[in-house]
Nanobody
Framework: VQLQASGGGLVQAGDSLRLSCAAS???????????WGWFRQAPGKERDIVAS????????YYADSVQGRFTISKDYAKNTVYLQMDSLKPEDTAVYYC????????????WGQGTLVTVSS
């Protein structure tokens, strides 16, 4: 296993959660060599990107629905990428996946197994 996502759970609206994506293995041991993304898939819906951080320049992107509430970050010492989620809403309920790619212009080619976030109203 090269990407291990964790941190999901059941919370109430307005609460916060921090998701972690631990990278392991020789291929993914250097976070700076990859672009990173967090995706989510709600029941009956397609998987959509939530946030990303570029390999080149480190610029970030957030979906409109999470802008101002979610923050993506990297911890090189722990080889982990985080998604801090604040002011959670019931519509944030989904399985969250982390992903990595070698090139900012190519599809994500490494995926974690997903972690479930449930937000009750």
């Amino acid at each position: 296993v090269q990407l291990q996502a964790s941190g999901g759970g059941l919370v109430q609206a307005g609460d916060s959660l921090r998701l972690s994506c631990a990278a392991s293995g020789r291929t993914l041991r250097n976070l700076s060599q990859y672009g990173w993304g967090w995706f989510r898939q709600a029941p009956g819906k397609e998987r959509d990107i939530v946030a990303s951080i570029r390999r080149s320049g480190g610029g970030t992107y957030y979906a409109d629905s999470v802008q101002g509430r979610f923050t993506i970050s990297k911890d090189y010492a722990k080889n982990t990428v985080y998604l801090q989620m604040d002011s959670l809403k019931p519509e944030d309920t989904a399985v969250y996946y982390c992903a990595a790619r070698n090139n900012d212009h190519l599809p994500y080619n490494y995926w974690g197994q997903g972690t479930l976030v449930t937000v009750s109203s």
